[in-house]
């Protein structure tokens, strides 16, 4: 630095410490600019101050927006969206409760189910609760059951241990079901291990077992022969019933009830009774009854004519709990349904040992086998039980003589319901089934149903009688 520029400052330098106003910007031929820097080591080289780049000035910070404004000014929900979520953070969720409801960070307005082991969240037996055991473990005090699973899927029942008897052997048979020849015995326990039949009765002379059962009553649409009147449905008898294996014959009648009535006498002993009024038919029912000690079934008054002459009655009523025909205590005529059922011993073809294939008088395979018609009788009834017998060993289901049996006709059947019905109410005709020796081979299918009036007595009427199974 030289005199002059050490001048310079001295001189600027007091200026400023005196406040004095210098006026003159020149000072001993040095000229002074404002904004420049008088520093001594300022140089040449420095960059001007006004080509520099202003620092940028900081945005403001927008104002927080008012709660529920980008909802449509409702509550935003609880994991920041805007939708309604049904349950809350945490809630169980998934299979079995196996996960729990969280907020999906990629869509607030949906939870997610976090933990959902799906179907693997199941038991064994394919419930939610924990099993005490696994299907197929070996349980119980004899060692020889398993484990398996309940109805709920939530539990095991230790199935196949102890038998009814409180043994660990298997039994042949299970307490209270009925045995002997003639199903009216009971299986009882014979201490822990064994069961035994209780007695030995046998079934009446010429009665045959008849077991409960389902079976579809009437005839399909494409049968030949068919009747408006036999609409098929599906009935359910709930218990057992003995059936006699043959019509009543001419020589059981007399033997009974003192006559005759018959128009074929000529036919002998053995040949089906023809010619009794279905009030005859129960006189004859009442009076076996009687004869075996047994209470009568029905009760007869007002009635005309002796049993066999042509007998009538005014009022008949059952002696039985409800007027219940199932419930008689003695013999009695079968039901509509029993008689079907029985006629048909688990078939569904029109005979039971087979389809129909001739309508009238020609001959017809299967018919010819089971039964009298018009194609092989002649003019005459023939002796019972030379036919075929089906498979509850019953003769003469179809053909030789109609059979009375207790119901009322009712041409919509049906309509009586599926389980043990009976028409004891609705009609004035009774029913006759199976057909008779002087019938086409089509009217006596096992399905063919007509009604008749019961003082009606010719020589194509006869019966079989029929006696409940105690429970």
């Known amino acids: 630095m030289n005199k002059t520029t050490t001048k310079t400052w001295w001189s600027l330098s007091l200026c400023l410490l005196l406040a004095a106003s210098c006026n003159d910007p020149s000072i001993d031929g040095i000229e002074f600019n404002p904004g420049e820097d008088p520093s001594p080591e300022a140089t040449p080289e420095s960059e001007p101050e006004s080509t520099r780049e202003p620092e940028p000035t900081p945005e403001p910070e927008p104002a927080p927006e008012p709660e ?70 070996v349980c119980g005090a004899c060692e020889r059951a398993i484990l398996v699973c ?32 003639c199903l009216l015995d009971r299986i009882e326990c014979d201490g822990n291990e064994a069961v035994r039949c209780t007695g030995n009765t046998d079934c009446p002379t010429g009665f045959m077992p008849i077991p409960a059962g389902t079976f579809q009553m009437g005839s399909p649409l494409s049968e030949p022969g068919r009747g408006p009147d036999e609409t098929q449905h599906e009935v359910r008898l709930t218990r057992a019933f003995l059936m006699q294996t043959k019509e009543v014959t001419q020589g059981q009648w007399e033997a009974l009830m003192g006559n005759n009535p018959s128009r074929f006498p000529q036919c002998g002993s053995d040949c089906p009774v023809e010619q009794v009024t279905w009030y005859e038919a129960l006189a004859y029912a009442n009076a076996l009854s009687r004869q075996e000690g047994l209470a009568e079934c029905f009760a007869l008054s007002g009635c005309i004519r002796a ?29 509509e349904a029993e008689w079907e059922f029985a006629a048909r011993a688990g078939t569904q073809t029109a005979f039971f040992n087979g389809g129909l294939t001739e309508t009238g008088c020609g001959l017809d395979p299967s018919l010819d086998r089971a039964g009298w018609y018009c194609g092989n009788a002649g003019i005459t009834t023939h002796p019972v039980g030379q036919k075929q017998s089906n498979g509850y060993g019953l003769f003469d289901v179809h053909g030789n003589v109609h059979e009375w049996v207790w119901d009322l006709y009712l041409g919509d059947y049906a309509s009586l319901g599926g389980t043990d019905p009976v028409n004891n109410s609705s009609g004035s005709t009774r029913v006759l089934r199976g057909g008779s020796w002087t019938f086409f081979a089509e009217l006596c299918r096992a399905a063919i149903r007509f009604g008749f009036d019961p003082a009606n007595r010719f020589d194509i009427l006869g019966f079989r009688l029929s006696k409940s199974i105690d429970r």
């Open 150 to 181: 309940g109805q709920d899927n939530e539990s095991l029942a230790c199935e196949g241990d102890a038998n009814a008897c409180g043994g660990c052997e298997a039994l042949a048979q299970e307490p209270g079901q009925a045995c002997g020849n």
């Open 68 to 137: 529920g404004e980008e909802c449509g000014g409702a509550a935003r929900n609880a994991c920041g969206g805007c939708e309604a979520l049904v349950g809350a953070v945490g809630d169980v969720c998934g299979v079995c409760g196996s996960g729990r409801l969280a907020c999906d960070v990629n869509n607030l307005d949906v939870y997610l189910c976090v933990g959902d082991r799906g179907e693997s969240a199941r038991n064994a037996c394919g419930g939610c609760m924990t099993l005490a055991g696994a299907p197929g473990d």
């Open 307 to 335: 049993p066999g002459e042509g007998m009538e009655c005014t009022v008949v009523s059952v002696n039985a709990p409800g007027g219940n025909v199932y419930e008689c205590q003695g013999y009695r005529l079968p039901t």
